[in-house]
């Protein structure tokens, strides 16, 4: 049973358009909240994070949504650009440990 | 870049084998992380270490031992390679905690046959 879940394989966007890309979690204990964007071939790198005491953070193109009582989570990028193509993981954690979504494969279209 | 690599970086290997992949870091990171990607699955973590000696199951832990001799180096072990095992294994370090963003090394391709 999956407690993060990216219910979107993939996505693609127009170059210049808003990316949204979606995160559901089911444990209540999760109080930190990250995003990782993965080129092929390559480790992932940590892009964006969030507190659970927060619902918004912000980084240049970047803007991470929290609704807790959704348990829900996205992530923002505007405007999107050909270099965002790339598979993005959404990943909570509570203590020492981190639990990955499945992951949802961006393509920004020229 | 942080500095973490992994070694070997491919394998080919025949099931029932031993296997051993290293992680290196030099960030004197306390914690570290081995974790296999899937397709369908994501990221999943199979063991992580909080400190020298000290180790801890993840979520696909079955088949899997570690070792943290050093603060640079963890190691992970198949003792006896399955097919289920083939997989591109993944190396992250952490200064904190998990809580906060992790390095991750370039990973190693492992097909078990």
């Known amino acids: 049973d999956q407690q993060v879940k990216q219910n979107s394989p993939s996505l693609s966007v127009q170059e210049g358009r808003i990316s949204i890309l979606n995160c559901d979690y089911t444990?209540?204990?999760?109080?930190?909240f990250l995003w990782y964007k993965k080129y092929p071939a390559e480790g992932p790198t940590f892009l964006i994070s969030i507190s659970s005491i927060k619902d918004k953070n912000e980084d240049g193109r970047f803007t991470v949504f929290l609704n807790k009582s959704a348990k829900h989570l996205s992530l923002h990028i505007v405007p999107s650009q050909p270099g965002d193509s790339a598979v993005y993981f959404c990943?909570?954690?509570?203590?020492?440990?981190?639990?990955f979504g499945p992951g949802t494969s961006l393509s920004v279209i020229p | 870049d942080a500095g973490i690599t992994q070694s070997p970086r491919h394998k080919v290997t025949e099931t029932g084998t031993p296997v051993t992949l290293r992680c290196h870091q030099t960030e004197n990171h306390r914690y570290m992380y081995w974790y296999r990607q899937d397709p369908g699955h994501g990221l999943r973590l199979i063991h992580y270490s909080y400190g020298v000696k000290d180790t801890d199951k993840g979520e696909v832990s079955d088949g899997y031992s570690v070792s943290r001799s050093k603060t640079e180096d963890f190691l992970l072990t198949l003792e006896s390679a399955t097919s289920s095992q083939t997989s591109v294994y993944f190396c992250?370090?952490?200064?904190?905690?998990?809580?906060?963003?992790?390095?991750f090394g370039p990973g190693t391709r492992l097909t078990v046959t």
């Open positions: 990943a909570a954690s509570a203590g020492d440990k981190v639990i």
């Open positions: 444990n209540s204990m999760f109080d930190y």
């Open positions: 992250a370090i952490s200064a904190v905690s998990g809580s906060y963003e992790q390095y």
